[in-house]
Structure formats: C-alpha cells, structure tokens
C-alpha cells in the first residue's frame, strides 16, 4: 500500500524536487510583460543564467520544453540537406537524430552499446576523413539521461580542431545544466541546448540555447524553415530586456529564485555535491551486487545512475513495488532498455540525507522484489557520505 503521509521522493532523472522557496517565488502575480518591472525581471535571469552555461555571451530562453530548445539548435544554424554527425549514446541522442532527419537533415549516426559516451578517437577519424568539409555540425548528448552516462566535450572539441575541421558544436546539456561542470564558452561549444526541470529545480516550460559567436554567424545563411524558434527577434526584444511574445513571467521568477539558489552554494560546489552523491550511489549499486549501466569509469554521470538487472528481473516490476510500498519514482528504463535498468536521479535540489532515504527505499524494493542482493549497500553509500 502506498505511503501517503510524508513528501513524495521523486527520484526520477527529471523533473526535479522544486524548492519551496522556487515554488514560492513562482505564487506571485503575473505582471504586464511590456511594463517596467517585467524589464527588470528579464535583465535580471537574462544576466545572471550565463555563468551557469559558462558563457559570457546571449542565452535565448523560451517557453518550452527541452525537445522545442533541441530543434531551435538545429533550425537557427542549419539549410536542408545539411550532413550532421551525431553518436548513438542512448534514447535522447536516437530521439534528437530522429529530429534532424525529420527537418531534412541527413545524419551520420555513429552506432553505439549505450554504455560508454562519445569515443573522441571517432570524430577526430570521422571529421578528418570529411576532406570536402561536408558535415556541417556535431551532435552531443552530454548527459544521456536513459544511460548514466556522459559525453567528454572538451576532448570532443579537441578532435575537431585537430581534424581542423568547421563543423559547428551543437551540444544537449539538457541533464546536466547546473549539476554537472559545463563550460560553453571555454570549451568552444557552438550551441548549448538545454531546459529547465532538471539542475536548474525548476517545474518544466523553460528551454535554453547558449550560442556562439560562430553560431550566430552560421544563423544568417542557415535555410531551415523556422519561426517561433528563430533567435533573431528574440535577440532583439532580449536587448530591450523584452521578448517578441508572450514570456512565461511566473516560471523566469522562478528562474531568478534557482539561479541565486545556485549562486548561493556557489557552482563549484553544487558540482562537488553531485559528483559525491553519484560516487555514494555507485559504492551502493557495487555493494549490493548489482551493475552500474556506464561501462567507462571518465563517463559515469553525477546526475543519474541507471543500474542494470539480469534478465531474470523485471527492472519496471521493482520500481512498481518502490512506488505502492515507498511513494517514491524512479526513472524507467527508455527505448531498448525498457524493464532491464531502472535509474536514480541524484541531481537538483538534493542532500545526504535524501540520497540516504532513496537508496534505503530501493534497497528495500530490491529485496521486496526478489532481486537478490547484499544488504551492505546502503552501508556502503552511507560511509561514502560521512566521508
Ligand atoms: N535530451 C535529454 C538528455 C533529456 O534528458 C530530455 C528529457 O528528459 C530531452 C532531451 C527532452 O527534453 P523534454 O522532455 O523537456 O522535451
């Protein structure tokens, strides 16, 4: 039977806990969007969301989800028939070279075991073998939120520059934003795609790019069709501190609220508490037994660890029993790792004693479930934790 009292333990890789001082921030009136104290709201989040990216230079924030900031990647910088390059991390990665065909693109789309990030080795072989410089752009997926495991963008970047190749950098920070150390600007990321219910704690509706200077220069011959998504009147509005729409006022005060949340802690630090409550999380899944999904010890994610079952065990049927017994979500396994892994979020608004409480309460639920395991897991993850 379900607990009822007590918070709900969303553990999910995104959507995130919401602060209740975010939650709080958002119960305000909405204000009149072309009126001063709206001005004053938009410089504000437009100001201080860059650090977060790292970067120094304009992030276009829309009101949509991560998909919508995805396709603003593509349609701003790219004309149809346009190759790409882009690596079979995971889901999300699948999804977004779905995308790029879909608006007409034509993908070269690296095959992979989702289990290790993009192999640098391949794009620097991929890139220099392109003598004609055919492939306009390369796409990564950071963070796959459906594997645990990470991309290593700066070694990424390295590979292009010494194919010495112009392909633009489209990357999806989309799991990692805010949790996972990220810097767009010095490591000569193009395009940063990302959105706002994972790192940044907030509820779903924000969709992010960071864009480059050579990003803004591909964006005046890029011909993909594109409307709501092009940067360039909201780049515009943006410097007036406006936006050529309707915004989504409560959710950017809820963005101003995350951001000094962040700032408060200090983003190097919020890096270091991720990255200790993954390691936590890892000592747990190894201590019971069981097998962390990321097969490369440079990839594991600080956001979420996806742990693999033998095929004897129903990864959907454990998350069933944590959530009737518990009240607590986990992430499903997506695409060809349906009911083979469940996955832990450990990112956003999270503590040691949180992580704690979840890996107690998927103990219990593996032990429930009749997945065998050694119960010193949880041991395992709390020494971690008292360091
Ligand atoms: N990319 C990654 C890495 C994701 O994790 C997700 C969603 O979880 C998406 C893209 C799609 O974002 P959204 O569901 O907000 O459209």
Same mark, same amino acid.
């Given at each position: 039977m379900a607990a009822n009292s007590g918070?709900? +333990?969303l553990q999910i890789p995104g959507p995130t806990n919401v602060p209740d001082s975010v939650l709080r921030a958002m119960a305000q009136p909405t204000i009149d969007h072309r009126g001063p104290d709206f001005a004053e709201l938009a410089q504000d989040v437009l100001r201080r969301v860059r650090p977060v990216f790292g970067t120094d230079r304009p992030v276009v924030i829309y009101p949509s989800s991560g998909t919508g900031a995805w396709e603003a990647a593509l349609v701003n910088t790219l004309s149809p028939g346009d190759r790409v390059?882009? +690596?079979e991390t995971g889901h999300f990665a699948t999804l977004w070279r779905d995308m790029a065909e879909g608006l007409g693109l034509v993908v070269d789309f690296v095959p992979g075991d989702w289990r290790r990030g993009v192999d640098p080795a391949v794009v620097a072989e991929r890139l220099a073998a392109d003598e004609q410089h055919g492939i306009a752009a390369v796409m990564v997926v950071h963070n796959e939120t459906s594997t645990g495991v990470t991309s290593r963008v700066p070694e990424i970047r390295a590979a292009i520059d010494e194919a010495n190749h112009p392909a633009l950098l489209l990357v999806d920070t989309i799991s990692s934003l805010g949790s996972i150390d990220y810097r767009h600007d010095e490591w000569g990321v193009d395009v940063t795609v990302s959105c706002s219910q994972k790192g940044l704690m907030l509820p779903p509706g924000l969709g992010f790019n960071a864009i480059s200077e050579k990003a803004l220069t591909a964006a005046e011959g890029a011909r993909l069709p594109k409307s709501y998504w092009n940067w360039t009147p909201i780049l515009e509005a943006n410097e007036r501190s406006f936006f050529p729409y309707t915004p989504p006022t409560n959710l950017l005060y809820g963005l101003r609220e995350a951001l000094s949340l962040l700032e408060a802690e200090g983003l190097p630090n919020v890096f270091a508490r991720h990255d200790r409550h993954a390691e936590a999380t890892r000592a747990a899944v190894r201590a019971w037994g069981l097998e962390v999904l990321c097969a490369d010890e440079r990839e594991h994610s600080s956001s979420l660890t996806a742990v693999r079952l033998g095929e004897e065990h129903d990864a #959907?049927?454990?998350?069933? /029993?944590?959530l009737d017994r518990f009240d607590m979500s986990l992430g499903a396994g997506l695409g060809k790792l349906?009911?083979? /892994?469940?996955?832990?979020?450990h990112l956003?608004? +999270? #503590?040691?004693?949180?992580?704690?409480g979840t890996l107690a309460g998927v103990q219990m639920g593996l032990e429930l479930s009749g997945v065998p395991i050694d119960p010193n897991g949880l041991q395992a993850a709390l020494e971690v934790l008292r360091g």
């Amino acid at each position: 039977m379900a607990a009822n009292s007590g918070r709900h +333990f969303l553990q999910i890789p995104g959507p995130t806990n919401v602060p209740d001082s975010v939650l709080r921030a958002m119960a305000q009136p909405t204000i009149d969007h072309r009126g001063p104290d709206f001005a004053e709201l938009a410089q504000d989040v437009l100001r201080r969301v860059r650090p977060v990216f790292g970067t120094d230079r304009p992030v276009v924030i829309y009101p949509s989800s991560g998909t919508g900031a995805w396709e603003a990647a593509l349609v701003n910088t790219l004309s149809p028939g346009d190759r790409v390059l882009a +690596f079979e991390t995971g889901h999300f990665a699948t999804l977004w070279r779905d995308m790029a065909e879909g608006l007409g693109l034509v993908v070269d789309f690296v095959p992979g075991d989702w289990r290790r990030g993009v192999d640098p080795a391949v794009v620097a072989e991929r890139l220099a073998a392109d003598e004609q410089h055919g492939i306009a752009a390369v796409m990564v997926v950071h963070n796959e939120t459906s594997t645990g495991v990470t991309s290593r963008v700066p070694e990424i970047r390295a590979a292009i520059d010494e194919a010495n190749h112009p392909a633009l950098l489209l990357v999806d920070t989309i799991s990692s934003l805010g949790s996972i150390d990220y810097r767009h600007d010095e490591w000569g990321v193009d395009v940063t795609v990302s959105c706002s219910q994972k790192g940044l704690m907030l509820p779903p509706g924000l969709g992010f790019n960071a864009i480059s200077e050579k990003a803004l220069t591909a964006a005046e011959g890029a011909r993909l069709p594109k409307s709501y998504w092009n940067w360039t009147p909201i780049l515009e509005a943006n410097e007036r501190s406006f936006f050529p729409y309707t915004p989504p006022t409560n959710l950017l005060y809820g963005l101003r609220e995350a951001l000094s949340l962040l700032e408060a802690e200090g983003l190097p630090n919020v890096f270091a508490r991720h990255d200790r409550h993954a390691e936590a999380t890892r000592a747990a899944v190894r201590a019971w037994g069981l097998e962390v999904l990321c097969a490369d010890e440079r990839e594991h994610s600080s956001s979420l660890t996806a742990v693999r079952l033998g095929e004897e065990h129903d990864a #959907n049927k454990v998350r069933e /029993v944590i959530l009737d017994r518990f009240d607590m979500s986990l992430g499903a396994g997506l695409g060809k790792l349906t009911g083979r /892994v469940f996955r832990i979020g450990h990112l956003g608004d +999270f #503590n040691d004693l949180t992580l704690a409480g979840t890996l107690a309460g998927v103990q219990m639920g593996l032990e429930l479930s009749g997945v065998p395991i050694d119960p010193n897991g949880l041991q395992a993850a709390l020494e971690v934790l008292r360091g």
